[in-house]
T-cell receptor
Framework: AQTVTQSQPEMSVQEAETVTLSCTYD???????LFWYKQPPSRQMILVIR??????QNATENRFSVNFQKAAKSFSLKISDSQLGDTAMYFC????????????????FGKGTKLSVKP | NAGVTQTPKFQVLKTGQSMTLQCAQD?????MYWYRQDPGMGLRLIYY???????DKGEVPNGYNVSRLNKREFSLRLESAAPSQTSVYFC??????????????FGPGTRLLVL
């Protein structure tokens, strides 16, 4: 069974600085998808970034980028120029494809990292 | 375009009472999901529906039932609530387009307290 581990329960960073959140996963699959979701105090779950395992290029979305190391089964999230609005829980998630082409499996979430951005 | 909506936002139940959590999406997604979120546990899948007319158990299905009423709506029922079901419940639906396969969109959550 796949597992997702986030080893940092809490982190803090000064506004405008850079922070990296760690995520490792365990799978025997060769093709899969990885995600980072953000959950601010409002509780709304928001997609931050998505990575397809067969793509070697690391995904980026504005100030958010990932360092995807497939052999090491590592998927870290880097937040550059941190802003107060980045304060949230961040969840790493794994998904393997479904049983037929184009179908999808279920998301498996890590337990989250609570990030505080300080002014 | 409201995305994923959930009702109610907050509910208090007594042990043994029943209730249904409602979820609807207007994005024409085939797949829908119910999760619960407990402190320190992340999100755990209760039930999912890969397409209209199908439902399957997730990681923690005991004490729950679901109905996929149509493509838009997916409800979660607690037949006899227990204090262990105190949690925040999220509904989600997911994309099937190749470019965004697996991306899930979440509702705002329902906070349930069982006394």
């Amino acid at each position: 069974a796949q597992t997702v581990t986030q080893s940092q329960p809490e982190m803090s960073v000064q506004e405008a600085e850079t922070v990296t959140l760690s995520c490792t996963y365990d799978t025997s699959e060769s093709n899969y998808y990885l995600f980072w979701y953000k959950q601010p105090p409002s509780r709304q779950m928001i997609l931050v970034i998505r990575q397809e395992a067969y793509k070697q290029q690391n995904a980026t979305e504005n100030r958010f980028s990932v360092n995807f190391q497939k052999a090491a089964k590592s998927f870290s999230l880097k937040i550059s120029d941190s802003q107060l609005g980045d304060t949230a829980m961040y969840f790493c998630a794994f998904m393997k494809p479904g049983p037929w082409e184009g179908s999808q499996g279920n998301l498996i979430f890590g337990k989250g990292t609570k990030l505080s951005v300080k002014p | 375009n409201a995305g994923v909506t959930q009702t109610p936002k907050f509910q208090v139940l007594k042990t043994g009472q029943s209730m249904t959590l409602q979820c609807a999406q207007d994005m024409n997604h085939n797949s829908m999901y119910w999760y619960r979120q407990d402190p320190g546990m992340g999100l755990r899948l209760i039930y999912y529906s890969a397409s209209e007319g199908t439902t399957d158990k997730g990681e923690v299905p005991n004490g729950y039932n679901v109905s996929r009423l149509n493509k838009r709506e997916f409800s979660l029922r607690l037949e006899s609530a227990a204090p262990s079901q105190t949690s925040v419940y999220f509904c989600a639906s997911s994309e099937a387009t190749p470019q965004r396969l697996g991306t899930q969109y979440f509702g705002p959550g329902t906070r349930l307290l069982v006394l």
